[in-house]
């Protein structure tokens, strides 16, 4: 599955140790996926190590230095398919520096709980369903609450 456009997102968090609460970013565009939930993130560039262009896309998209925790790892070497010839590597990350706003790409962040509904109530792209899904889970057997999503 080499070959494909690496993308790179975070799943930003409340705490790294013990999140419970997640940001999702409302996408603009493009048409047939605006309004719809994602992780922030976007394209490597090229010589650019994924975990160097994804602290430049935060401070991009949102205007936020952050930290990076451990990578959510996907089902293959580069991380969760996209559609198109797309994939994407996910890490867990926090707020170092700056308020998040939704300052390119995005007209809307919403910081949801981990453990719920509200993280399920909102229309997630479907490419990134099973990462929210794996997270969830994960801090779901983390915390002693089992894994009762979706």
Do not use: N, Y
């Not at 456009?5 to 140790?17: E, N, P, R, S």
């Not at 089902?75 to 706003?101: E, H, I, S, Y």
């Amino acid at each position: 599955m080499s070959g494909l456009k690496q993308i790179v997102g975070a799943a930003l968090v409340d705490d790294l140790d013990a999140p419970t609460r997640l940001l999702a970013a409302r996408r603009t565009s493009p048409p047939s996926l605006a309004g719809m939930w994602e992780f922030p993130g976007g394209k490597v560039e090229p010589g650019e190590s994924c975990e160097a262009g994804l602290l430049r896309e935060l401070r991009e998209e949102l205007g936020i230095d952050a930290a990076l925790g451990h990578e959510v790892t996907g089902p293959t070497d580069q991380g969760w398919k996209l559609a198109g010839p797309a994939a994407m590597r996910v890490w867990l990350a926090a707020v170092t520096a700056g308020d998040p706003a939704p300052l390119e790409d995005h007209d809307e962040l919403r910081w949801v709980d981990l453990a719920g509904t509200e993280i399920d109530a909102l229309e997630w792209i479907p490419a990134d369903l099973p990462i929210v899904d794996a997270i969830v889970a994960r801090q779901a057997t983390r915390s002693g609450h089992g894994a009762g999503h979706r």
